[in-house]
């Protein structure tokens, strides 16, 4: 008896994993907006593209998952930079298939939704149980951070798909995100199966942060609080040092009761049925959802095809030169001397002349006027791509390229006039 219980303790772990407290969810979001702009900072800002920034990070992130496989317990500050690692890479996996090999987000949306139910199924046949609380051995671990990616590419391919092509908008995204995590939450009081909660939850947190952050970083004219993604990253990350140094010195996260890697806390009843049930209602609600959207996208673009006067919204001023520092912006040019082709997206005129406008700044040496302008092409293309998307995939995505293009141009630390015309001349025949 002396023996047993001189070794017992010897063969206990500690958690690796923070308690779920309020602390856990505002970092969760926090480091999902501040995983969102750094990617966008990478990509755009310095100008090393989506692939060298998928790279990059991959590296980065596994050098932090070695050091905390290698650690003996939970830290904060290790963990949760290892949370915001897989939030980039996990939102790059999703742009990669979309932007790169052109994989739509509603195929996208399945993929990882069944590759996240896989591992679930693995994780609790393996270990009978899907808790944090019991994240205590290595397999277990490998388990718990494969399902966080997971839920990362998961969401961000849900809520682009949700923004971008039903057209929703990011803040009407993130309230009906938030609806859905305070409907968990209180059915989490009444009774839902606390591990199912959890999860539900964690995948929505990831289209909730990217909603919020979209939202306090976008112009008003966009409908947000302009201050932009420079101090909308700032804030977020004082944020998170905040919190985490805070959790560090009073532990409050930390998870207190050690179990041994043979013995689980009970099981909650009810999990199997309730999982089923979620599930059941969750796709039934998104596919109505879709249905319905897309069907009033459908209807809509057939009135506006039936009206060409109406196809753009402000009809004439639409194609009205932009004054800029007392020059103004000529008609467009059949692309720049190359010849114009007619677009299977419709009528593009509204980019093109955003374009042209962007041309003619940089030609007058007016690079701050240029970034300006581009950041209107870069939120008018974002509102028209549920419009214009389904009409042609083939077509959407190689225009979406060419302004991601100009987008890193314009916006790159030191901007060169000359690639920045290339871009944007390039550019100019895609748009018809």
């Given at each position: 008896m002396t023996a047993q219980r001189v070794l017992a303790p010897s063969r206990q772990l500690l958690s690796k994993v923070p308690e779920v407290t309020l602390y856990f969810w505002v970092i969760k979001v926090l480091c999902t907006t501040v995983g969102e702009s750094a990617a966008d900072f990478l990509n755009v800002n310095l100008n090393v593209g989506l692939t060298g920034t998928s790279v990059v990070t991959g590296v980065l992130l596994i050098v932090a998952l070695v050091f905390q496989f290698s650690a003996k317990q939970y830290k904060p500050g290790r963990y949760w930079l290892t949370v915001a690692l897989v939030s980039v890479f996990g939102t790059l996996v999703t742009d990669n298939l979309t932007d790169q090999v052109g994989v739509p987000l509603e195929a996208s949306t399945l993929i990882f939704g069944v590759l996240l139910t896989l591992t679930f199924l693995v994780w609790f046949l393996s270990e009978k149980t899907?808790?944090?609380h019991s994240i205590l051995t290595r397999r277990r671990e490998a388990f718990y951070w494969l399902a966080i990616l997971f839920t990362f590419a998961l969401g961000t391919a849900t809520g682009d798909l949700m923004a971008e092509v039903l057209g929703l908008g990011y803040l009407m995204t993130g309230i009906i995100v938030a609806s859905l995590i305070a409907i968990a939450a209180i059915a989490w009081?009444?009774?839902l199966n606390s591990v199912l909660a959890f999860w539900f939850i964690y995948i929505l947190t990831r289209p909730l942060g990217a909603s919020i952050g979209d939202y306090l970083s976008q112009s008003s004219t966009e409908g947000g609080l302009g201050l932009g993604t420079t101090v909308t990253s700032v804030i977020f990350v004082v944020g998170i040092l905040g919190t985490v140094t805070y959790l560090s010195v009073t532990k409050a996260d930390v998870i207190q009761r050690a179990a041994s890697t043979g013995s689980d806390e009970p099981a909650e009843r009810g999990g199997l049925w309730q999982t089923v049930v979620v599930v059941t209602v969750v796709l039934a609600?998104?596919?109505t959802g879709y249905f319905l959207r897309t069907s009033s996208l459908q209807a809509e673009d057939t009135?506006?095809?039936a009206s060409p006067a109406q196809s753009i919204p402000g009809g004439d001023q639409a194609t009205q030169p932009v004054p800029t520092g007392g020059q103004t912006a000529q008609p467009p040019a059949p692309g720049g001397g190359q010849p114009a082709r007619h677009?299977?997206?419709?009528d593009l005129s509204k980019f093109r002349q955003i374009t042209q406008d962007t041309l003619t700044l940089v030609n007058a040496g007016n690079q701050s006027g240029a970034?300006?302008?581009?950041?209107?092409?870069e939120s008018e293309w974002d509102n028209a791509q549920a419009r214009l998307k389904p009409k042609s995939n083939a077509a959407w995505t190689e225009v979406?390229?060419?302004?991601?293009?100009?987008?890193r141009r314009l916006r790159a630390t030191s901007p060169d006039p000359s690639s920045e015309k290339d871009a944007l001349t390039a550019l100019l025949?895609?748009?018809g």
């Open positions: 899907l808790s944090i009081r009444f009774g609600a998104a596919g009135s506006a095809s677009s299977p997206l419709g970034t300006s302008r581009v950041d209107d092409l979406d390229g060419k302004i991601d293009t100009v987008l025949p895609a748009l």
